[in-house]
């Protein structure tokens, strides 16, 4: 007999985070990425090496470089992001 299957716990987001859209991304051997940002003003920067592991971005959707308030750096999607967070003034 199958269990029942439950919704699971849904949560709001309520975290500040930095983040920049990406515009063009190069992949470098340690895994780091080098980012050209979409917003004008932000010179290219290399992440961390390693952080390339975690972008799973395509040429159609880049998403965004996003830094939390304990500084870890990740990538999102830009339909999630935009969906969950919106820019303050």
């Given at each position: 007999?199958e269990?029942?299957q439950?919704e699971m716990?849904?949560?709001?987001?309520?975290?500040?985070?930095?983040?920049?859209k990406?515009a063009?991304?190069?992949?470098n051997?340690?895994?780091?990425?080098?980012?050209s940002?979409?917003?004008?003003?932000?010179?290219?920067?290399?992440?961390?090496?390693?952080?390339?592991?975690k972008?799973?971005?395509?040429?159609?959707?880049?998403?965004?470089?996003?830094?939390?308030?304990?500084?870890?750096a990740?990538?999102?999607?830009?339909?999630?992001?935009?969906?969950g967070?919106t820019?303050?003034?």
């Amino acid at each position: 007999m199958e269990s029942a299957q439950v919704e699971m716990p849904r949560y709001i987001c309520h975290k500040k985070v930095h983040a920049l859209k990406i515009a063009a991304i190069e992949v470098n051997e340690d895994k780091s990425a080098t980012i050209s940002p979409v917003e004008e003003g932000y010179a290219p920067f290399t992440t961390k090496p390693g952080w390339a592991e975690k972008f799973e971005g395509t040429e159609e959707d880049p998403g965004y470089y996003v830094v939390y308030a304990d500084g870890y750096a990740s990538w999102s999607p830009s339909k999630a992001f935009e969906e969950g967070y919106t820019r303050e003034a």
